[in-house]
């Protein structure tokens, strides 16, 4: 069966691609490999030329690139502060529909009152009044949001839910910063994907609606401990990030899959007891002495109803006909049990191991669109992911323009529905907006399988790398597949001055200019 070797190693010199020089293994420039970046760069001086020294000048080595990441991700964190403000400064304390208006609604100072932190409950031991009678969130998530009413000032209670919403947003900053710089460094020669992450809109628009960001920091760092091949600090890290939020123990799949392919199983049970190891470390203590407050993130997601942005909400509405929880909850499994066998398929069928990240994305979007409810952060979950996946800015940014065309297309129709005047978007203009949702996710979705399926079309793949982000799994060769990629692959070719059968899969050529894809 297919193994991977290189046709020829990286070229070094002053001709080295990419303005690699005197060795270092070359940086992708992807003002040199992609249109859309090309032409975007001409703002800033133009693209990247074969005459550029990296680390010369008066910066000299002091504005690397992911320096360069994380600035641009604080900078688009604090547009997306600024954004808020006509929410901070009064829109969440006035009226209903202000906040939508707006487009800056945001849960965190609302439930600052609403989930006891005003007076001074403990989340998970004190009962709250109302409807839910325990903070809904996961454990380590309930922690950040303690330790940041610790955090807040006393006076009025206006004062200090923007006192909690200005604390929060501080933390989620650095979160911001950390989710850029993990990306920026899992592809050790494509630093600049990262950039990809701190200017997509989606999240300077949603990174202070809800307390996402954290888990999907956590996530982003254990996939960067993955590609340095420490699967022991990925697990632990990726416990963390599904005890802040639930959607991170989707990756485990598609990790159990490649690690079978390439035989790899013991690095994945590493994995696995470290990420069982620190979940279990944030959540007994409170599962052991508040077990009715732990459940409650559980019992919430269970039998909540379908709700905004969901395939579910549009097709209830559409044949005015209620879905119940409990069956939009089994529609949405069978559906995540067949992507996930489709996954399955991909992974040990594709004529190349599928790269890690790729299947992360197709997983973690699965879920998503069948999902019962799509809250508008949700997009948080899927920007590493695509920007690993797929780094192609054209793809990229269609599908962040359907996630903004939504954004602000659910903020419109909640404005419609609790005005009276009626000002916004109707139902239909709302349904709009979700099938746009529906259908940019798809789109990548399928840019992602067919680079699966056909590696010589996967921007990453294109100098005949295997998976940068792939640890154990970068260029092992195959021990268990089905299917075609069981027999010789269309992109495999015998290895040249070899006395054996060993083939070479040929998908990229080192250096190569220009843009597939």
Sequence with gaps: MPSLKKTSGPQDGAAAPDGARGGEPPVVAPTRRDEVAAAGSELIGGRYGRRALPGSGPAGGQLTPVRVIALVAIGM??????????????????????QYTHACYSDIPHLFAGRGFAEGLVPYFDRLPGDIPFLEYPVLTGLFMEV???????????????????????????????????????????????????????????????????????????????????PLAAGILLGLAVAAKFYPVLLLWPL?????????????????????????VVNLPVLLLAPDGWKQFYLFSRDRNVDFGSVWLLVSQRSGQTIPPERANLYALLLLILAAGGLAWLALAAPRRPRLVQLAFLMVAAFVLTNKVYSPQYVLWLVPLAALARPRWRDFLIWQSCEVLYYLGIWMYLAFTGSGSKQGLPLDGYHFAIVLHLLGTLYLCAMVVRDALAPEKDPVRRDGSDDPSGGVLDGTSDVFVVGRAAHPARHAAPAPDSGTQELLVTWGTPGAEGSRG
């Design 77 to 98: 964190f604090a547009l997306g502060m600024v954004q808020k403000l006509p929410c901070y400064n009064w829109a969440w304390f006035r009226g209903t529909t202000s």
């Design 148 to 230: 940041a009413s610790w955090l807040t000032p006393g006076g009025e209670l206006q004062a200090q839910e923007q006192a909690y919403w200005l604390i929060n947003a501080g933390l989620l900053m650095v979160c911001a910063a950390v989710l850029a710089v993990c990306v920026a460094r899992t592809h050790r020669r494509r630093p600049w994907d990262g950039l990809l992450v701190a200017l997509a809109p989606s999240v300077a628009l949603t990174a202070t609606i809800n307390w996402d960001l954290l888990a999907v920091a956590l996530t982003a760092a254990a996939l960067l401990m993955w590609s340095r091949s420490r």
């Design 256 to 280: 159990l899959l490649l690690c079978v392919r390439a035989g790899r199983l013991r690095a994945f049970g590493t994995a696995l007891l470290g990420a069982a190891g620190s979940w279990l």
